[in-house]
Structures are given as C-alpha cells and as structure tokens.
C-alpha cells in the first residue's frame, strides 16, 4: 500500500513540484501517471523511493513513514523497490550481467545465487543470449530492457517506471508495457510516469493525471481544485 497525505515538494529555487497530493494506492495494483512535461510525474516516483523527501505531507509506504527513515536506512528501504530509468543509467564499461546483478551484489548474495536470479531476469526481458554483452553493443530497446531486468532481479514488492518507453519506437513500447503487466500479474505494485496517454488507455489500468504538481484526475474522476 501507497498513501500520499497533504504531500507538498518544493525543490530548491521555490520551484513546486507537487501541491497538497493525496492518493492511495493498494497493494498489487498497476498504475498509470500521465500529465504534461513538469505536472510532477517524476517526482512522485523519486519520492516514493526516497531519491528526494517531502518538503510536508506523509508518505506511507508498506507501513512505513517514508519521514521517519533514517538516511543510513534508506539503501534497506530501497530492497523493496525496483525502479527504472528513462535514460537507462546502465554502466557501460560493465557487461549485461555485471550491470543487471549490481543490486544483488549490493545486498550482499551469495555469487552462485547472483549468477542464477540475474539469469532468470534477463531471461524474463528475452535477453539471456546478450548476457555475456556490453551495453554499447545493444540497441536503445535492449538497454532498456536490461534496465528493467536489473530493477527486478531482487523480486522487488514494487516497480516504478519513470517514462520507460520515451526513446522507444510504438512496438517496442507496447512490447514493454506488456511485460510490465506480467510483473504485476505475479503480485507486484507497479507505477509507470507516462506521457503517452493514447497507449496507456489501450492497457485499461487505473490512471491518475497531474497538472503542474496537483491531482487533475484520478480513476477517470475529475478532481474539484
């Protein structure tokens, strides 16, 4: 579970990013959060995951008050978030395997179990033949999709996508939104950020819609300001 209460995020500069948000969002649900470049989209997720904190407001995740944890307890809270990238942010002096097994080496598995999860995620994305490859060698889709193997490959309880198919052609978009589907159909709480209102309609998932940082619509319900 995700609650946003009276959540508020004003960047440095007294930029608003968000403006009094309250949303609720259960358990095993797959979520779409559309909105205009700047509605916030970005930083409901990078809040979520504790990359930026709330300016005011409560964050509730799982049962946690995102507020009440400590910075050095924020890697522990991450174990249970998987979160990808518009730009990939792969390492690329790295391999395929290296970068999809960082989180596991991270959280300090043991290496036969590394080699066995990050199998199964490349796998899981059609990629275990490039295993062995740098991300350089592969296109913009495969990148992509090496990130999202990577955010899974610790069997997170939560997906977030922060614009993943923005660089991808319409198939490739489709083909990515479809396996997100399959995550969350085996239990996982999935938010994806997305511009793209037309393809996001086509998947019939609940949308929420933001405008310069506050709920426009939720559900397809207007929201009265």
Known sequence: MIRFTNVYMTYPGGSEALKNLNLHIDSGEMIYITGRSGAGKSTLLKLIALIDRATRGQ?????????????????????QIGFIFQDH???YDRTVFD????????????????????????DKVGLLNKINN????????????VGVAR????????????????????????ET??????FNQVGVTVLIASHDLD????????IITLKKGRLLTHAGTPIKE
Not at 177 to 182: A, G, I, P, R
């Open 59 to 79: 964050i509730i995740v799982n049962g946690q008050n995102l507020e009440r944890v400590r910075h050095n307890r924020i890697p522990y809270f991450r174990r």
């Open 89 to 91: 942010r792969l390492l």
């Open 99 to 122: 970068n999809v097994s960082l989180p596991l080496v991270i959280a300090g598995y043991r290496h036969k179990e590394i080699r066995k999860r990050a199998q199964a995620a490349l």
């Open 134 to 145: 740098y991300p350089m060698a592969l296109s913009s889709g495969e990148q992509q999709r």
């Open 151 to 174: 955010a899974v490959v610790h069997r997170p309880i939560y997906l977030l996508a922060d614009e993943p198919t923005g660089n991808l052609d319409p198939a490739l978009s489709w």
């Open 177 to 182: 939104m479809k396996l997100f589907e399959q």
């Open 199 to 206: 393809m996001i309609k086509r998947m019939k998932k609940r």
